[in-house]
Antibody, heavy 121, light 107 residues
Framework: EVHLVESGGGLVLPGGSLRLACAASGFTFRDHYMDWVRQAPGKGLEWVGRSRNKENSYSTEYAASVKGRFTISRDDSKNSLYLQMNSLKTEDTAVYYCARRGIPANGGDYWGQGTLVTVSS | DIQLTQSPSFLSASVGDRVTITCRAS??????LAWYQQEVGKAPKLLIY???TLQSGVPSRFSGSGSGTEFTLTISSLQPEDFATYYC?????????FGGGTKVEIK
């Protein structure tokens, strides 16, 4: 059974940093693109970024709102996806989800439960 | 960036009703569109991909149609467990983007 479990959320000061992790199990992690998606309290979904697979050189894409501040990486040997968040702003406060891009389903076919990041002084 | 406009943003319906939600893209996305359902406090769930392909395990009362810039999600007979918020997402170009959501509530 596919499982995605995010961790690393918490309270951080504006300007601070945080690293989220997403532990994957139940599927061949290295084959899949993986996304980070966030949801601010009471708001809609916002795509944060994507990590492609090894076949596609682990290349990444980012939303403009996080480009240059957030970095997505992965360790296929640990079946894990990461989101390094630097220079955090209050508007980064959200639940952060990791999601697997399906094959052949072109969409997030499995999601984690999310981890809450609160940026506040 | 490709903007997705969902309508309505809110709808009130009864069990058994036929419900249609529209998603309009600011430019041609061919059929690179997915639909999700999100219940309160839960992660989104993929319903439809490639505009009209039903994800495995999703009830057949859900269907998707459209291409280019206009897409629809239809629930043929609304069930109690369908009261949730629905989002479209385009996967044609980066950055990937979501629509603003449609909240379906009980009348």
């Amino acid at each position: 059974e596919v499982h995605l479990v995010e961790s690393g959320g918490g309270l951080v000061l504006p300007g601070g940093s945080l690293r989220l992790a997403c532990a994957a199990s139940g599927f061949t992690f290295r084959d899949h693109y993986m996304d980070w998606v966030r949801q601010a309290p009471g708001k809609g979904l916002e795509w944060v970024g994507r990590s492609r697979n090894k076949e596609n050189s682990y290349s990444t894409e980012y939303a403009a709102s996080v480009k240059g501040r957030f970095t997505i990486s992965r360790d296929d040997s640990k079946n894990s996806l990461y989101l390094q968040m630097n220079s955090l702003k209050t508007e980064d406060t959200a639940v952060y989800y990791c999601a697997r891009r399906g094959i052949p389903a072109n969409g997030g076919d499995y999601w984690g439960q999310g981890t809450l990041v609160t940026v506040s002084s | 960036d490709i903007q997705l406009t969902q309508s309505p943003s809110f709808l009130s319906a009864s069990v058994g009703d036929r419900v249609t939600i529209t998603c309009r893209a600011s430019q041609d996305i061919i059929n690179f569109l997915a639909w999700y359902q999100q219940e309160v406090g839960k992660a989104p769930k993929l319903l439809i991909y490639a505009a009209s392909t039903l994800q495995s395990g999703v009830p057949s009362r859900f269907s998707g149609s459209g291409s280019g810039t206009e897409f629809t999600l239809t629930i043929s007979s609304l069930q109690p467990e369908d009261f949730a918020t629905y989002y479209c997402q385009q996967l044609r170009n980066y950055p990937l983007t979501f629509g603003g959501g449609t909240k379906v509530e009980i009348k």
